[in-house]
């Protein structure tokens, strides 16, 4: 019997709602029916895979010294797990509150979390995702600290209120002992204690603990006799205490940067008073007081003096000085400064038994910003090598791609040159957080992620094998002059700050060329190369770009606007330009056609190329760099798209003003259009030349010889003689999303007419343009080099062409002329006409690919990378290593031979060319927008993948536009996502979730399946190290560590139970693996197979010494009886 499958039923469902909401299929349309897909709905489904970079807003951390594991709790409820180097985990609590405090039960592979909204959690760090299996929710007292035993089931829990709650970790229930504050403190105490702030028991006598309370007092409270020992006061506020091994003396820090050392036998006074940073007056005055010591801990050494590690308690006449931590060895005193403040530190040391000499080894530093480990080993205090990816956040991101499946010689490349940029001075040692086993994932395909940031870095990363790790960085702002003060700064720039900011990049992979836009207006081609070298001017290219605008009249009230022909159309340059040659830019002032002291700024670029010569290490070098000027007091508009190739040696862009094509092998501009003037182009010898940037002249001058400086600048003022200054780049996050808001908004009363000419884009603008007015400008937004028909009866092979998407929805091409062969290419120049609209979506368009007949994706022609310093004939053998992508076939007379796939904010259209004749349409949303959208391969097939700004994540089939997933994923709650979404092949994705964190998700079936095996362990089978020796003398007069049977004291039996009130047992939403182990407790199970092992043995022990003895007294009574036998064998009875 044939098996019933419920998702293709759907699929034909889905498949018929989407033709019935499309457009009639045209004669082609049917033709193209029969175009085989193989992708369907069950091969995708929606997961998160991993996290990478550094928890956002940090607030406490943990360290287990036997599984060696990190953990780091945030504000927002998120937890994250560290091991060795791609061992990495991340959970989230429900509730979003934040951890206030992480216990480890050591070796046991859980986690105690504690939270800001008075619940405690136990998390099972046992299974590749972690999962909580009780929790506990306090509904009449705050925590404020927590403290669990090394090998101990009974956690301690202090309030605010100053009482004390026992939990039993393996059922998480509270025990009826409870010590109340009252209790603790003296009766002639007349004030309340205020908050616990420490729990800990004595290293030697389980049976003491110590409790410290907020007001400076610490209590030694006797757990069996239910009654406090000793009482110690202080006058100032307590933050942290830390015993010493032997059990003898604990220290306290306070809020008057003082540590005061305690005899526990001795409360009257502490033994020792010190201020490790306030100065030490001569007439032996109490030293001025310091800020607060936040936390302490004191760790002893067998060999040599104690280490205290200290934060705070700096003087406070050191005012804007840097967080600082304090190691004090002996007698020497270390103040380590950090870049940011401390949120936690913990000591690593080389035993978790807290009774015997600690032997630290390291300190982790946990900052608001970054994750610090010191080695304590070496002389002078060196740090570790961070090998997580910690720095994504070094600079705020502002644009990201990924890409999946790249040529496998990338990595070692970039991971070779990127070697050498790494600092020197780090600690020797291996990275002591070193727990975990790496996932053993099926899939091994090569993944890069590339980043842009706010000070214009670039970094390559990567991403292979769902781990992440720093291959290169470039900083883009060597090319330009640094500005050195206010006044300069000022002098041109866009942005009040970080003018070097990443706006968008674009990479070829095969090529290994890349290209970045800037948020200065600036374009920078780079070239990788192997080799070190010194570039004595850089090539520089002034671009200037205007609005065109033309004598039109105003709308009139009813909102009807007469469509006009653009005045002036630029034309590619003239045939035989001479391409322009090295240059460098001049000073801003120092000829007449840059701004004066009154008048506005005019042919000025926001920064300044340095002129001095630029030493370019192995890596990418710049090759090229394009700026957009100023324009009679207008600043440049930011880029809003790039493209790069190779093959064709072009570099396209687009803002809202139009179109630039710049020739990087010749170093010359091709074309500057309009965007209005690409909608109906004019024969090429009836436009009017708009001047390309020519050979550098010493005046300065960009404007056209037969165009005087008058006429060049009364066709480029704008009407509105405001001067403009864009906002701060750090603020566009709330501009961007008040824009998506309107957008949003007004999504439901947008509504154009599907029948409606290309003409009505050629629009009038009224003679007054607001800032409103300029953002609303349509612009060039996405563009994409193919090999394709500029014409709709083309007859033989495709030609190169640029396809050019609007803001506005439209689609035009731009076919390109290449001149014959290899040796001609830098002598004849690159010929550009425009062929008008090819399609109209509704909204701005997103994405646009070509496929073929079978429905592949053509991808764009490249060429082969070759070093370009190396010699001749190695540029050779490196070419004929590669092979160019195949050419699409011609199309025959009748016939159509490609697809056109163009995806919007709001539809989706499959045109077949040469025709230009829709085959399919699909509209995506109505209520909302997509926000990023791309043309993926998945395995055999290809689909378009979107995120929309509702959080709706959806593929659509290729070229049918058939929907094969639709999941509310994510709503769009920050820009930053928006800005960062991006999609890449093999079902890959990821997005920036907060600042300092990259989060990847996986559309794949394929890959959520396979996840488990992929994902890291946390926890490894680990033998505990045997307890300390108590040595002879101490086994001998009882000086040892003295245990106390817990279970008799917090048990039921002995205690009661708790108030039903005081708080709320909720089992976890973990698995019948993580019930089953809560079941049997996760720390019982182990702790109860460990005393049976010792048990047992012991039993055996005990039965074969009984059964010696009972063999020895069996031999022994043997042996008398046949000596009673032969004394009494020859006698009479009455002998006897």
């Not at 032997?246 to 005061?260: I, N, V």
């Not at 091409?813 to 062969?821: F, T």
């Not at 040595?1031 to 817990?1046: I, T, Y």
Request: net charge neutral; proline share 7%.
């Amino acid at each position: 019997m044939k098996k019933f499958n419920i998702r293709k039923v759907l699929d034909g469902l889905t498949a018929v709602s989407s033709s019935s909401s499309s457009a009639s299929q045209t004669g082609a349309g049917k033709e193209n029916d029969a175009v085989p897909e193989s992708l369907q709905s069950e091969h995708f489904q929606l997961c998160k895979t991993v996290r990478h970079g550094f928890p956002h807003q940090p607030s406490s951390m943990a360290f287990d010294p036997v599984q060696k594991i990190l953990a780091v709790g945030t504000l927002t409820g998120a937890l994250r797990l560290f091991g060795r180097a791609g061992v990495e985990c991340y959970c989230q609590h429900e509730s979003g509150a934040g951890v206030i405090q992480l216990q480890f039960l050591i070796n046991e592979g859980a986690l105690v979390s504690a939270l800001a909204d008075d619940s405690i959690h136990l998390w099972n760090l046992r299974q590749k995702i972690p999962a909580i299996l009780h929790s506990l929710k306090f509904n009449r007292e705050r925590i404020t600290y927590c403290h669990l035993p090394f090998q101990s089931k009974w956690l301690y829990i202090g309030t605010e209120r100053g009482n004390i709650h026992i939990v039993n970790v393996e059922s998480f229930t509270l025990s009826g002992y409870v010590i109340m504050w009252n209790k603790a403190i003296e009766l002639s105490t007349k004030t309340h204690p205020g908050p616990v702030v420490h729990i800990s028991d004595n290293p030697m006598d389980e049976g003491k603990l110590l409790i410290g309370f907020e007001c400076g007092v610490v209590v030694l409270w006797d757990l069996k006799s239910k009654k406090a020992d000793y009482r110690y006061n202080y006058d100032e506020a307590i933050h942290s205490v830390a015993w010493h091994h032997e059990g003898k003396q604990f220290l306290c820090s306070h809020s008057d940067g003082t540590l005061t050392t305690w005899n526990i036998r001795t409360p009257a006074k502490p033994t020792q008073i010190i201020t490790p940073h306030g100065k030490q007056p001569k007439d032996g005055k109490k030293p001025e007081p310091c800020k607060p010591i936040l936390k302490v801990e004191y760790k002893t050494t067998r060999a040599g003096d104690p280490f205290m590690v200290l934060s705070g308690g700096l003087s406070y006449d050191t005012v804007g000085r840097r967080a600082c931590l304090t190691v004090m060895h002996g007698k020497s005193t270390a103040v380590l400064e950090m870049d940011f403040p401390i949120v936690d530190f913990l000591t690593l040391c080389e035993t978790p038994y807290p009774n015997d000499f600690q032997e630290p080894y390291a300190v982790v530093v946990l900052l608001e910003r970054d994750l610090v480990v010191i080695d304590l080993g070496q002389i002078g205090y060196p740090i570790f090598e961070n090998p997580y990816p910690l720095s994504i956040h070094e600079s705020p991101v502002t644009c990201c791609e990924y890409f999946a499946d790249c040529p496998a010689e990338l990595i070692p490349a970039l991971y070779s040159v990127g070697s050498r940029q790494k600092r020197q001075g780090y600690s020797k040692k291996d990275w002591p957080i070193s727990g975990g086993n790496w996932g053993q994932g099926t899939e091994s395909y090569p993944e890069i992620i590339i980043t842009g940031h706010a000070d214009g870095t670039i970094k390559f990363w990567d991403a292979s094998a769902l781990m992440l790790q720093v291959l290169y960085k470039l900083k883009t702002a060597k090319v330009f002059e640094r500005a050195r003060g206010k006044e300069e700064k000022a002098n041109a720039d866009i942005v009040d700050e970080d003018p070097f900011a990443i706006q968008t990049l674009c990479w070829c992979p095969e090529s290994r060329m890349l290209c970045v836009a800037g948020v200065s207006a600036h374009v920078i081609v780079y070239r990788f190369s192997k080799q070190e070298v010194a570039t004595a001017n850089v090539q520089l290219l002034e671009v200037r770009m205007q609005c065109e605008l033309s004598d039109v009249d105003s709308p009139d009230a009813t909102g009807e606007q007469t469509p006009t022909q653009a005045s002036s159309v630029p034309s590619s340059p003239q045939d035989g330009e001479p391409p322009a040659t090295d240059s460098t830019q001049p000073s801003a002032g120092g000829n007449g056609s840059n701004s004066s002291a009154d008048g506005p700024r005019d042919n000025i670029p926001c920064l300044q190329v340095r002129s001095s010569p630029l030493k370019q290490s192995p890596g990418y070098q710049v090759e090229l760099v394009v700026q957009l000027v100023w324009v009679s007091g207008e600043p440049p508009q930011q880029i809003t798209s790039l493209a790069i190739n190779s093959s064709y040696g072009l570099v396209v862009f687009g803002n809202s003003n139009g179109l630039a094509v710049v020739d990087y092998l010749q170093k010359t501009l091709l074309l500057n259009l309009g965007t209005s003037e690409l909608y109906s182009p004019s024969e090429p010898n009836q436009r009017q030349p708009c001047s390309p940037r020519k050979a550098r002249q010493p005046s300065g001058a960009l404007c056209d010889s037969n165009d005087g400086p008058n006429a060049a600048e009364e066709r480029c003022k704008s009407p509105n003689s405001v001067k403009y200054k864009s906002r701060r780049f750090s603020k566009t996050v709330a501009n961007d999303f008040a824009r998506m808001s309107r957008k949003i908004s007004s999504s439901n009363d947008q509504k154009p007419n599907p029948d409606s000419k290309d003409v009505s884009f050629i629009r009038s603008r009224s003679s007054s343009m607001t800032s409103v007015d300029r953002e609303s400008r349509e612009a060039v937004c996405a563009l994409c080099f193919c090999e394709t028909f500029p014409k709709k009866s083309s007859d033989g092979a495709p030609s190169p062409c640029v396809l050019v998407g609007t803001t506005q929805g439209s689609v035009m091409l731009v076919a390109l002329s290449l001149p014959p062969g290899d040796d001609h290419r830098l002598m004849q120049p690159v010929g550009i006409s425009s062929c008008g609209t090819v399609a109209r979506l509704k909204g701005g368009i997103l994405t646009m690919a070509l496929l073929d007949a079978a429905g592949a994706v053509l991808p764009a022609s490249y060429e082969p990378w070759y070093d370009p310093n190396a010699s001749d004939e190695e540029k050779e053998k490196e070419k004929s290593r590669w092979r160019r992508p195949a050419s699409p076939p011609s199309s025959q007379e009748g016939h159509d031979s490609q697809f056109a796939v163009l995806c919007s904010e709001k539809q989706a259209k499959v045109l077949a060319m040469p025709s230009q004749t829709r085959v399919h349409k699909h509209n995506i949303t109505e209520s909302s927008f997509v926000l990023r959208a791309d043309v993926v391969q998945m395995g055999s097939g290809n689909c378009i993948a979107c995120f929309c700004a509702n959080g709706h994540i959806m593929t659509l089939s290729l070229p049918s536009l058939r929907p094969l997933l639709d999941v509310n994923y994510l709503p769009l709650t920050d820009m930053r996502i928006a800005r960062t979404f991006c999609f890449s092949n093999l079902g890959q994705a990821l997005y920036l979730t907060s600042p300092t964190e990259v989060q990847r998700i996986t559309y794949s079936q394929e890959t959520c399946d396979n996840l488990q095996e992929m994902l890291s362990e946390l926890f490894t089978p680990v033998e505990t190290p045997e307890a300390p020796n108590k040595g002879f003398f101490k086994g001998l007069f009882g000086g040892g560590a003295q245990s106390l049977d817990r279970e008799d004291l917090f048990g039921e039996t002995a205690s009661g139970k708790a108030s039903r009130s005081l708080a709320q047992h909720i089992p976890g939403p973990g698995n019948m693996e993580g019930m089953k182990g809560a079941a049997s407790g996760v720390v019982g199970d182990l702790a109860r197979a460990r005393v049976a092992l010792d048990e047992r043995g012991q039993k055996l022990g005990e039965l074969e010494e009984r059964t010696a003895a009972m063999m020895a007294s069996a031999e022994s009574f043997s042996k008398h009886a046949h000596d009673m036998m032969l004394k009494y064998k020859d006698k009479k009875w009455y002998q006897l």
